[in-house]
Structures are given as structure tokens and as C-alpha cells.
T-cell receptor, first 115, second 114 residues
């Protein structure tokens, strides 16, 4: 069965530092992968997604993610973190739901940013 | 603001009761998704409707049901509530019926069962 693991429950970085959030997936075929962000008190917002092609995907808010099939990973990165990036980050993988599709979600990584 | 609205924002009720959560999708979106978010299980997909019809089903309990009305708003009904049903319930919408399309999430309804 498909699954997503986000190994880091909580990460703290200093403003201006680089960031990498880890995501590992379990899926038999070529996965469809997503990163969403949940700001405090808000719903989730799509940062980026990978379906095929270039393994380095650019998203909104200066984020990027790299798909590595050999490592079953889809890590999210940002070169310089801003205080407004403090939020909960969710990785998801696409999966079958009967004749249709659904998303399987990781448990999330909470990001705190120190001034 | 995603354009998805959910009411109420907070709901406190007792075990054994029944509640209804309401969601209005973004203008033009035909799909509505319901999710349950809890600390121990994370974000769980419950069910999806597309243009009034059930499209996909996830980990939705038999005590829970949902529907999408002709004006495309959706309601999630939770009955015989248990303490473990306390969670944040999100509604999301997308333009088309494929869940791989970008989903726009509402702010959620926080349900507390006492």
C-alpha cells in the first residue's frame, strides 16, 4: 500500500538559513507527489507537485523539491527561509481509490523560524 | 483566502450526538473533498464528490455520511459521535474531478466531542 513518511516532526531554523524537509514515499509505480503548506489557523495550500519529467520542481514562495527515485524521496528545499515560512508542511502521494484517485498524506513537519 | 468557506468554525457537542458540517466550494469548482485531521492520525481523506456524485471514498466511517447539493455546496454528517471523533475537519475543492488537481482548502471546522 502507498504510504508517506516525513521523518522530522519538528524543525527549527534561523531566518535566512537554508531549509530541507524530508519526505519518503512507498509506491510501486511512478508516483505523483505533492507538497502542501498549512499556515497557522489556515487550510492547506499547494506548494508544488511532481508528475513526470524534470526531477527538480519549482513551486511557489521560493520552494523547490527534488524527486529521487533511487531514494524514494521528494525533499522540499528553500535556500533562505523567511519568518513567514513558519508553518506545517505536508507531503502527499497519489494513490488509487477504486476507479479514481486520492492523496495519501504524511503526518507533517512543523517548521519554526527563529529571528 | 482560498475562497472555500466552512461553517461552523467551532463545534462542541456530546458523545452520541449528531452534527452537520457545511462547505461551500470556490466559485466554479465542481469537486469537494472532506478530510479529517487529528494529532495521532494526521490528515485522512474521507470522501470526494464531483458535480453531485460520489467520486472517491477514503477512510470514512459508516457513522459518517456526506452529500453534495445542486448548488455544489456539501455537507458532512457525523452521527453517534465518539470522543475519538474530535478533530479538525477540512473541506477542499478543485475545478475538476481528479484529486491530483490543485485542491483549495477551507479554514476547517474544529469539532470537540465531550
Amino acid at each position: 500500500a502507498q504510504s508517506v513518511t516525513q521523518p522530522d516532526i519538528h524543525i527549527t531554523v534561523s531566518e535566512g538559513a537554508s531549509l530541507e524537509l524530508r519526505c519518503n514515499y512507498s509506491y510501486g509505480a511512478t508516483p505523483y507527489l505533492f507538497w502542501y503548506v498549512q499556515s497557522p489557523g489556515q487550510g492547506l495550500q499547494l506548494l508544488l507537485k511532481y508528475f513526470s519529467g524534470d526531477t527538480l520542481v519549482q513551486g511557489i514562495k521560493g520552494f523547490e523539491a527534488e524527486f529521487k527515485r533511487s531514494q524514494s524521496s521528494f525533499n522540499l528545499r528553500k535556500p533562505s527561509v523567511h519568518w513567514s515560512d513558519a508553518a506545517e508542511y505536508f507531503c502527499a502521494v497519489g494513490a488509487k481509490a477504486g476507479n479514481n484517485r486520492k492523496l495519501i498524506w504524511g503526518l507533517g513537519t512543523s517548521l519554526a523560524v527563529n529571528p | 483566502d482560498s475562497g472555500v468557506t466552512q461553517t461552523p468554525k467551532h463545534l462542541i457537542t456530546a458523545t452520541g450526538q449528531r452534527v452537520t458540517l457545511r462547505c461551500s466550494p470556490r466559485s466554479g469548482d465542481l469537486s469537494v473533498y472532506w478530510y479529517q485531521q487529528s494529532l495521532d492520525q494526521g490528515l485522512q481523506f474521507l470522501i470526494q464528490y464531483y458535480n453531485g456524485e460520489e467520486r472517491a471514498k477514503g477512510n470514512i466511517l459508516e457513522r459518517f455520511s456526506a452529500q453534495q447539493f445542486p448548488d455544489l455546496h456539501s455537507e458532512l454528517n457525523l452521527s453517534s459521535l465518539e470522543l475519538g471523533d474530535s478533530a479538525l475537519y477540512f473541506c477542499a475543492s478543485s475545478v475538476l474531478g481528479d484529486s491530483y488537481n490543485e485542491q483549495f482548502f477551507g479554514p476547517g471546522t474544529r469539532l470537540t466531542v465531550l
